[in-house]
């Protein structure tokens, strides 16, 4: 579960989820946007362009591909 939900506009929202970084189970930021999902883990700093994929009974599943560290 999110622990809480910021919209930066009518498009784009930030939200953190606990353990869910898949490299190190830190906390991640996630940017929702028009153009996609962005994660960051501010733990191990791993960049991410996550895929969301919402299912009408599983509720909303996070497919991760990492893209960067920094
Ligand atoms: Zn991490």
């Given at each position: 579960m999110p622990t809480e939900i910021t919209f930066i506009d009518e498009n784009t929202s930030e939200f953190q989820l606990a353990?869910?970084?898949?490299?190190?189970d830190g906390p991640l930021e996630l940017r929702v946007s028009t153009d996609g999902a962005r994660s960051f883990c501010a733990k191990c700093h791993v960049i991410g362009r996550p895929v969301l994929k919402r299912d009408g009974h599983r509720g909303m599943t996070l497919f991760h591909r990492h893209a960067a560290l920094a």
């Open positions: 353990h869910a970084c898949p490299t190190c």
